[in-house]
């Protein structure tokens, strides 16, 4: 960046106390807006994670679940018994 697109530094010294008062609490409400934003969004990660683990699990249950069906796999067609008349 070159020296005319950066802002101009502002000398503290020159600002009226009520001035400064301001700045401090803007600077104030700021910190605790972004604060407020981490956390919402640490909170959605967490709940993202939870969410998305619970799908997994019933997934890899339903494929677990699938596959121990092998009672057809096993089965033997019954033998045919004719009778005698």
Do not use: H, W
Not at 6 to 12: G, Y
Not at 45 to 51: D, F, M, S
């Amino acid at each position: 960046m070159s020296d005319k697109e950066r802002m101009p530094s502002v000398d503290f010294s020159k600002l009226k106390q009520s001035d400064l008062n301001f700045i401090k609490l803007v600077e104030k409400q700021n910190r605790e807006r972004v604060e407020k934003l981490k956390r919402i969004r640490r909170n959605n990660n967490i709940t993202g994670a939870i969410i998305g683990c619970g799908v997994l699990g019933i997934y890899f249950y339903s494929m677990y679940a699938v596959r121990q069906e092998r009672f057809l796999d096993d089965f033997d067609e019954p033998i045919k018994i004719v009778e005698k008349q």
